[in-house]
T-cell receptor, first 117, second 114 residues
Framework: EAGVAQSPRYKIIEKRQSVAFWCNPISGHATLYWYQQILGQGPKLLIQFQNNGVVDDSQLPKDRFSAERLKGVDSTLKIQPAKLEDSAVYLCASSLGFPSGGFETQYFGPGTRLLVL | DQQVKQNSPSLSVQEGRISILNCDYT??????FLWYKKYPAEGPTFLISISSIKDKNEDGRFTVFLNKSAKHLSLHIVPSQPGDSAVYFCAAKVSGGSNYKLTFGKGTLLTVNP
């Protein structure tokens, strides 16, 4: 079974530029998550999709970040314009979307490491 | 406000010995707890979990203990192996509904020396 795919793996941009990240979840997974992991911190959820609908985007800085999951499969996360503090690893995860006993495993991709100069 | 805290940034143990990683939480609504393991340049991978209705869950060399009254959980690895060297994240969630949000701690870097 193929895992969660993300691209690019690394990106260096200057502040005020735009950047986009792509995620392809595990086949059949209804739920997709974008996390931001700043160096020395744990991952922080930015947005959760259930199929192509947004479940939680309470921690997404909506003035500069946007995300979409057209057709309920692939997803893109965009930052426009980028700030220095956006330097982080952006992790995509997916899960089946049918939790059993209150829990379901989230499978993470390798992440995209973003450096904003 | 950190709702999940891992106060030890790093831990070093000898191969064959026990590794104990600790985690504290402040949100009493959390009722499911997980440990993830992360190698460099890879995403976190699920290791073991525990529901708040239990106080212990075991899977091979890994055991998670939960003390609800103290809002504390710990991960025991026995015996520790060099391949266990990684960053371990504690995470917590509130069950129910369609929001599966995980709240993570900052992680503990475990180094197992041969």
């Amino acid at each position: 079974e193929a895992g969660v795919a993300q691209s690019p793996r690394y990106k260096i941009i200057e502040k005020r530029q735009s950047v986009a990240f792509w995620c392809n979840p595990i086949s059949g997974h209804a739920t997709l998550y974008w996390y931001q992991q700043i160096l020395g911190q744990g991952p922080k959820l930015l947005i959760q999709f259930q199929n192509n609908g947004v479940v939680d985007d309470s921690q997404l800085p909506k003035d500069r970040f946007s995300a979409e999951r057209l057709k309920g499969v692939d997803s893109t996360l965009k930052i426009q314009p980028a700030k220095l503090e956006d330097s982080a690893v952006y992790l995509c995860a997916s899960s089946l979307g049918f939790p059993s006993g209150g829990f379901e495993t989230q499978y993470f991709g390798p992440g995209t490491r973003l450096l904003v100069l | 406000d950190q709702q999940v805290k891992q106060n030890s940034p790093s831990l070093s143990v000898q191969e064959g010995r026990i590794s104990i990683l600790n985690c504290d939480y402040t949100n009493s609504m959390f009722d499911y707890f997980l440990w993830y393991k992360k190698y460099p340049a890879e995403g976190p991978t699920f290791l073991i979990s525990i529901s708040s209705i239990k106080d212990k869950n075991e899977d091979g060399r890994f055991t998670v203990f939960l003390n609800k009254s103290a809002k504390h959980l710990s991960l025991h690895i026995v015996p520790s192996q060099p391949g266990d060297s990684a960053v371990y994240f504690c995470a917590a969630k509130v069950s129910g509904g369609s929001n599966y949000k995980l709240t993570f701690g900052k992680g503990t870097l475990l180094t197992v020396n041969p």
